[in-house]
């Protein structure tokens, strides 16, 4: 029986063990980013926020998930600064009382990707919506986040502009995936479909399979990343101080320096343009 | 698909080399596991042999609610456990969401039911064979349950792996809970979750193989250990 | 010869006799299960210090009757009396019962014992376990699981484990049914040997020899009554009744 109970007794010890490890690991100072998966799946937050730390000693502790959710978590106070592309609902964000004051950080773009055959015959458009509403008469498959993501909000800002209302075919050729952004590509690559993905996703995404980048550069397809502290006045748990030294460095000449910097596969993924981190 | 030759490839890789940031990502999901396992087992085992031994109104119903929760989303878990631990939720003031211990507290959730209905098939088992000896000899309550989950251990012991085989692979509470954070809440599962969408397929399926491979050394010790134990008690 | 082996209240040289422990009285007693009628009214006074047989065909209700007796069943009507107060738990821990088939726990032959130590403020348990496993002959498997003995060291152990809390009251339900020859002998000499100590002993057997080898008074059931009460001798000398007759000569009873 002694090996038996042995290994209760221990099995137990170590799990208690490992618990208390665990809360006492939450010492040092950190924030929690709600940022949006983009950020996190091209790999620029591993490769900046590293240096971040380095000169502030502040853990950074990304939470990634579509823009949607992200808002939502930030708006329950969980987080301390949001990371994400939606301006219209970064907005409403703050006009809300949730957040302090939004920065510009840095922008990329949309792209329309698809199968290399391209059966809606779209290839080197350079009108979106066009674009967009020719897959829809084609009645060819598109992928859709379907999850109230930036990139969600953005593609239906599109169908709108092309005067078509894809819910309409929710399910025939409107294929809502309800998940992330690779997510999304694995599945539009392996039904052969056209999606919508950030360029950013887009070059570092290793499971391209089929598909190709077939429509790019329409201003419309400007993608925004912006910045926000959340309210510590709404949310008295937010850590305004480290979270604001964040923002600034981020905003700043050291933190624009390593978004430029940051490439995938020898091409730039993000732009920086943050105009000035003191607020107006 | 060449994917699967890559991935064991990957997955050999992985384990020879040693890496640091995955030996970190084992470790977590194992110290969040074993936490939620020995918690759940704290309430279930005895929770489990109370349903099959004792007589009291509401026992089916409590029965048929715990064999229900055996199926309860990791996701609903994981949903539920943010918003109780979210700055907006009652226990905000814990600071705990983004942290092991939430996921601790979810994985707990998500496997005590299984904890309670599978204990409570297997001492009902055995009950049924010691009931009538056990009131000939007038056992107290306490005393019957503590023999019963003692001389059941070996059963038990399945019950308990089922539960940890339930939580080291869910990744939709932990997800929600943990925030998949890089050094701090990122297990096996969220990882494999991450790689996924970034593309990387071959490494995703190779974290599985680890992930499995895990599993399956956790089974085999104990299912060694049950054995040294038997061959003792036969000596 | 070793001091544990020389109690004086335990050799069979020195037998200490405890006077009739606890008089029986049962009223009326009926059972029931479903619609089924097992006992169909039973009246029974066991006052005499003596080795009680239940005798019967099968299913007239011998089994039922010892686990009514013991408590282990509730009766549908009519009630069970020791010493002229019902059945509680306090009444059932000076019994002990011997099932047909023995049940032990998954756990070595002496921690079987040693569990039924444990369920009373025993004095002397060292010497109890010791004592108990020689006389059931298991000192050399006390190590063993109880499970992997064979169905005679099984019984053994069972009977062993329940008389070392010494009750007042032996009930066995047809303890030998399974054994061989060597084994049911072992027992036999076991019961023998308890109800030299003055333990009431009641057993539920139908192998006539064993009850003519045991018994001292006979009880015996017919389709849930209570046929005939006697002391041994005049019952299979002289059987009153019908059923009785027919069944100790071999007829085949229904």
Redesign the interface.
Known sequence: ????KS?IAG??A???A??A???G??ADEFI?VQST?ST??SGLL?EILPKFQDKTGIEV????VGTGQALK?A????GDVLLVHAKPSEEKFIADGNGVERFDVMYNDFVIVGPKNDPAGIKGMTDAPAAMAKIASSGALFASRGDDSGTHKKEKALWKMASVNPDEASGTWYRETGS????T??AAAGMGAYTMSDRATWL?????ADLAVLTQGDDRLFNQYGVILVNPEK?P?VKAEAGQTFIDWLTGPEGQKGIASFQVNGEQLFFPNATSSVSN | MQDFAQSFYLAGQLLISGDPELGEVVALSLRVTASALAISALIGLPLGALLAVARFQGRTALTVLANALMGLPPVVVGLTVYMLLSNAGPLGVLQLLYTPTAMIIAQSILITPIIIALTRQVIADLNAEYSETFRSLVVPGHTAIIALLWDARFSILTVLLAGFGRAIAEVGAVMIVGGNINHVTRVMTTAIALETSRGELALALALGMVLLLIALSVNGAVSLLKGVDRSTAHA | MPEILSFPTRTEHTPSKVPSPMPLSVRHLAFQAGHTSILKGVDLDLETDALTVLMGPNGAGKSVLLRLLHGLLAPSFGEVRWNGLPLDKSLRRQQALVFQKPVLLRRSVRANLSFALGLRPVPNRAEKLAHALATAGLEHLSKRQARVLSGGEQQRLALARALILDPKVLMLDEPTANLDPASTLFIEQAIASARRRGVKVILVTHDQHQARRLGEEVVFLHDGKITEHSDAESFFDSPKSAAARAYLSGDILV
């Open positions: 029986m002694t090996f038996l290994m099995a137990l170590f799990g208690l490992a618990g490890n665990v809360m690991a939450a929690v998966t996190q799946n591993d502790r990304v939470v990634a978590n708006a329950n106070g969980d992330g952004m690779g997510a590509l694995n570092a995404f290793q499971n391209k949310h748990s």
